[in-house]
């Protein structure tokens, strides 16, 4: 069963992607920042991160700038923000995400993303880089 | 090999406070190379209240996570309109790190950041309204559940509606019942909308 950290400060945003992703049968643990989020990554090797940029004590692009620059992994991240800027877009992607949405985030498309992206990392993970990004 | 003695930190932290701690003088030490003395300077601003300015210039690039968070201190304990001001055109910077800094430190003023919730809830962009909704998430203020209500009732961006009604799921009574139907209502095409009001909703009625 694959394994995804969900991180959001939102304990409503939370519980509705777990729902989601419990109910495609993914298994699900939860980080309220980035901070906690670098721990449990640390400590469990997730297959995606689904992550919110603005959080407490350490953001989404802070976050996976660490677990990028420290090599702790190369799984793939999808970053969900409320923010539509182009700016905000490129940003992501320079912190290492593979992926942006925009929130409110649909079951169907989360789901269809993730499915994309661990297909994708199960063959071409060392390679993945944030240029093949895919965008929505 | 001679043995070198060196300085300990609390001499220098002493050093650094037995300079002149004029105005200008503290300024001048906010620049300076090394994070004590700039901690000190940002300290010792606390006593001018015209330091606002020149405190949140410092907050845009300083890299000292123990500077930033003296910095921010004082914002807090001079907690003026100009801090107001300054820290409102802080939430709209790039520095997602900034901003939520800034947030936190709103938070802890509910009586300087009340007379102007009404004008953030209303201001043109969206991300500002959001941050003036996360900024709410502590502020311990009678007005609170007022302020959310109208911000479901009124906002047209989903993601302000989104955010408010997250922090409604917490802090919500029957007072928000209605607003949270008609919410999902207007939104009826977008899943979390329905999602997080149904929650919201069943927590006031189980209350």
């Known amino acids: ?136 | 090999m001679p043995i070198i003695k060196q300085q300990s930190p609390q001499l220098i932290n002493i050093d650094e406070r037995q300079r002149p701690r004029d105005f200008n003088g503290l300024v001048a030490e906010l620049e300076a190379d090394d994070s004590t003395a700039r901690r000190w300077a940002a300290r010792d601003l606390a006593e001018f209240p015209e330091s606002v300015e020149v405190l949140v210039r410092r907050l845009k690039y300083e890299g000292d996570p123990s500077v930033r968070e003296t910095i921010l201190t004082t914002l807090i304990r001079l907690g003026n309109p100009a801090t107001m001001t300054e820290l409102v055109e802080c939430l709209r910077s790039e520095d997602a790190a900034l901003r939520n800094e800034v947030i936190e430190a709103m938070k802890e003023l509910p009586d300087e950041v009340a007379p102007i919730m009404s004008e953030l809830l209303a201001d043109h962009d969206p991300d500002v309204r959001i941050f003036a909704v996360n900024i709410l998430e502590s502020l311990c203020h009678p007005q609170v559940e007022e302020w959310l209500i109208k911000v479901i009732e009124q906002d047209p961006h989903v993601n302000v509606c989104a955010t408010a009604l997250d922090l409604l799921g917490e802090v919500g009574t029957t007072a928000s019942r209605l607003g949270l139907e008609q919410l999902k209502a207007r939104f009826a095409e977008e899943p979390y909308i329905g999602f997080a009001a149904d929650l919201a909703i069943k927590r006031i009625d189980e209350s």
Do not use: C, W
Not at chain 1, 37 to 59: C, G, H, R, S
């Open chain 1, 1 to 136: 069963m694959k394994h995804i950290l969900v991180v959001d400060d939102a304990a409503t945003v939370r519980l509705y992607h777990r729902n989601i992703l419990e109910s495609a049968g993914y298994e699900v643990d939860e980080a309220v920042n980035g901070i906690e989020a670098m721990e449990k990554a640390l400590q469990t090797p997730f297959d995606l991160y689904v992550v919110d940029i603005n959080m407490p004590k350490l953001d989404g692009y802070g976050f996976l700038r660490e677990i990028r620059s420290q090599d702790i992994t190369q799984v793939p991240a999808i970053m969900v923000s409320t923010e539509a800027e182009s700016n905000d877009r490129q940003r992501a992607y320079r912190s290492g995400a593979n992926l942006y949405l925009i929130k409110p985030v649909k079951p169907e498309g989360l789901l269809t993303y993730i499915r994309l992206l661990l297909g994708v990392s199960t063959h071409i993970r060392p390679h993945l880089s944030n240029d093949k990004a895919i965008d929505r």
